[in-house]
């Protein structure tokens, strides 16, 4: 069973796209539509489109689109029926009982509660002789009792099947406990084996204050030192963030961004809970688009060795392309938060507040990076910082900020600032060039569809996919004109597999009296919709009166006609002249 099509399309119509959509990113009003940043990938020119009028949206830039449920679906990581549930919430509906395949939305919420449960093992246990070890070490970094028990922090026993045992007595099963990863299948036989033992245990809570994942840290020398949860149906590590669920009740709109665990939990013990960490892994562009959704600018608090700058000029390039305002915060002596509050002990918290209070823009810290690999005293090193400040400058798309530090560039090196901007604004032109020169080059290959992985017969067959898709959304937008299609085209008449799948589907719902597009997302792959909606909302741009549907229909039949240069090698006499016989009835 599936929802029906009158309750989703009931639940489109109480939510509206640009209304949603703005509460996750900026949209601006251009004609009828709205446009904006995309939020599903790094660009610094908008080509997000929501087409008002049918409540869909379609990315220029990196393909992403589909209707209301498909955007909660990718910006929420969401499967389709749990972005309808969502959906259905905001707008105070109530899902219809009994009428739809919940399988994948039962088994997620048996993880969520299998999380729970071990969440709650865990803390259990460290409060018991079995986690003395790792409540000493807690301790030890300086924790309270009320943050351990804020965060949940917890303990997993020495015994490699403690957890399992005890979330099976529960009455979870064998594959729910090994779809959560806190538990895999034992080699020796013995039924399944704990993923986490000797750790201390960090939950890790979305913002709608599920369990979703965890972090734990070895006892011993034994490494990994920090092992994370695997990728689940509830859990990407790419896109949650530690500790977001604290941030998002904080009143601050400037987030503070760690490394690890321990520096987020010591900065909200020293009263600064707008602090989050990535999990495990490097910033990624998702993470930043979450945070986008929460706050307005960055302080990014890496250590200080190589590999925390390192992390630190990634995640600026990454946040920057975010649209948000990044600051870097330094610790003096290479420390790192949580060190730097312990050393401080009851004035860490004016002390730290003091470090955020001065830490400077992401240029700022940039600018004192490179200078710092110079010798200021030594005229072909101080030409070294000047080329590699103007590079950076370039880089600046705003041009206020690239006239300032062109000015300080100028105080430190004492080179006259005109000079400095001439070169500054040769290099952003040559930038402007070879960026205007790459979206052309795309858009040359979007149009060979060279890459088109949906449909893989689109780039040998340019002309009649073309034809084809002109044909299906004008369909889609003139549902009164089936008829007279389908007694001038057959299905096997399209050259694409793909184009014929859609044209076979809609042309089944619009003669079943259904609205052809309500239920393409659930119809359809993530990415499928998506090709979908490019082809639907093309309609503006293609001609659509009688005499352009007559021109698509004959294009289609012309080119099923033609024969490959492989098949007229190959073809018989008879079969030939039937050929070379058709073409020529065309011509007349």
């Known amino acids: 069973m599936r929802l029906s099509d009158d309750f989703i399309s009931e639940v489109k119509y109480r939510n509206d796209l640009g209304e949603l959509a703005a509460s996750y990113m900026q949209l601006k009003r251009r004609g009828r539509n709205l446009v904006g940043l995309c939020p599903f990938h790094g660009e610094k020119t908008p080509s997000f489109n929501i087409y008002t009028e049918n409540g869909s949206f379609y990315c220029f830039g990196c393909g992403a689109g589909g209707d209301v449920i498909s955007f909660v679906m990718k910006i929420e990581n969401?499967?389709?029926?749990?972005?309808?549930?969502?959906?259905?919430?905001?707008?105070?509906?109530?899902?219809?009982?009994?009428?739809?395949?919940?399988?994948?939305?039962?088994?997620?919420?048996?993880?969520?509660?299998?999380?729970?449960?071990?969440?709650?093992?865990?803390?259990?246990?460290?409060?018991?002789?079995?986690?003395?070890?790792?409540?000493?070490?807690?301790?030890?970094?300086?924790?309270?009792?009320?943050?351990?028990?804020?965060?949940?922090?917890?303990?997993?026993?020495?015994?490699?099947?403690?957890?399992?045992?005890?979330?099976?007595?529960?009455?979870?099963?064998?594959?729910?406990?090994?779809?959560?990863?806190?538990?895999?299948?034992?080699?020796?036989?013995?039924?399944?084996?704990?993923?986490?033992?000797?750790?201390?245990?960090?939950?890790?809570?979305?913002?709608?204050?599920?369990?979703?994942?965890?972090?734990?840290?070895?006892?011993?020398?034994?490494?990994p030192k920090y092992l994370n949860t695997s990728d689940?149906?509830?859990?990407?590590?790419?896109?949650?963030?530690?500790?977001?669920?604290?941030?998002?009740?904080?009143?601050?709109?400037?987030?503070?961004?760690?490394?690890?665990?321990?520096?987020?939990?010591?900065?909200?013990?020293?009263?600064?809970?707008?602090?989050?960490?990535?999990l495990g892994t490097a910033l990624t562009f998702d993470q930043a688009t979450l945070l986008k959704r929460y706050c307005d600018e960055v302080i990014v608090c890496y250590d200080a060795d190589e590999a925390g700058q390192k992390a630190t000029a990634r995640a600026i390039d990454i946040l920057r392309r975010a649209g948000i305002v990044v600051r870097v915060l330094r610790i003096p002596d290479g420390k790192d938060p949580d060190e730097f509050i312990r050393r401080h002990g009851d004035k860490g918290h004016a002390a730290f507040k003091n470090l955020l209070e001065s830490s400077g823009n992401d240029v700022d810290y940039r600018m004192q990076q490179l200078k710092s690999g110079f010798d200021m005293n030594s005229p072909q090193s101080k030409l070294g910082y000047l080329n590699e400040g103007v590079k950076l400058l370039a880089e600046l798309d705003n041009p206020m900020e690239r006239d300032i530090y062109a000015s300080k560039l100028s105080d430190e090196t004492d080179v006259a600032k005109p000079s400095i901007m001439e070169q500054v604004n040769r290099l952003v032109k040559r930038k402007s060039y070879n960026r205007s020169k790459d979206e052309f080059k795309q858009i040359q290959k979007n149009l060979s569809a060279r890459d088109d992985r949906i449909n893989p017969q689109h780039a040998a067959n340019l002309r009649a996919a073309t034809a084809e898709e002109n044909l299906i959304a004008f369909l889609v937008n003139n549902t009164d004109k089936l008829g007279y299609i389908e007694s001038k085209l057959k299905p096997e008449d399209f050259i694409t597999d793909f184009n014929r799948k859609l044209y076979v589907y809609f042309c089944e719902r619009i003669k079943n009296q259904k609205e052809p597009m309500t239920t393409v997302s659930a119809d359809f792959t993530a990415d499928e919709a998506s090709q979908v909606y490019r082809i639907v909302t093309s309609y503006s741009n293609i001609r659509s009166t009688p005499q352009a549907l007559d021109e698509y229909i004959g294009v289609i039949l012309d080119e099923g006609t033609k024969m490959s240069e492989s098949d007229i090698a190959n073809a018989s006499t008879g079969s030939l002249a039937e050929y070379l016989r058709k073409l020529a009835e065309q011509k007349k």
């Not at 994942?213 to 020398?221: E, H, P, Q, S, V």
Request: aromatic share 12%; hydrophobic share 40%.
């Open 78 to 223: 969401l499967d389709y029926l749990e972005a309808v549930k969502f959906l259905a919430q905001r707008a105070g509906m109530s899902m219809p009982e009994d009428d739809y395949d919940d399988s994948m939305s039962r088994l997620r919420t048996r993880i969520y509660e299998a999380n729970r449960e071990a969440a709650r093992f865990y803390y259990k246990k460290l409060g018991e002789r079995e986690g003395a070890q790792g409540l000493a070490y807690l301790r030890g970094r300086g924790l309270a009792d009320s943050t351990i028990r804020h965060f949940g922090l917890g303990f997993a026993p020495e015994s490699r099947f403690a957890l399992g045992d005890y979330l099976l007595g529960k009455g979870f099963t064998e594959s729910e406990l090994i779809a959560a990863n806190l538990v895999f299948k034992s080699r020796s036989g013995r039924g399944v084996v704990d993923r986490f033992y000797n750790r201390v245990m960090f939950p890790i809570i979305d913002v709608r204050g599920n369990v979703i994942a965890f972090g734990g840290r070895i006892m011993t020398d034994q490494k």
């Open 232 to 278: 689940t149906i509830v859990f990407n590590k790419s896109l949650n963030l530690f500790s977001l669920n604290n941030a998002k009740n904080s009143k601050s709109r400037a987030y503070i961004l760690c490394e690890g665990y321990m520096d987020v939990i010591a900065l909200n013990q020293a009263g600064f809970t707008e602090a989050v960490a990535t």
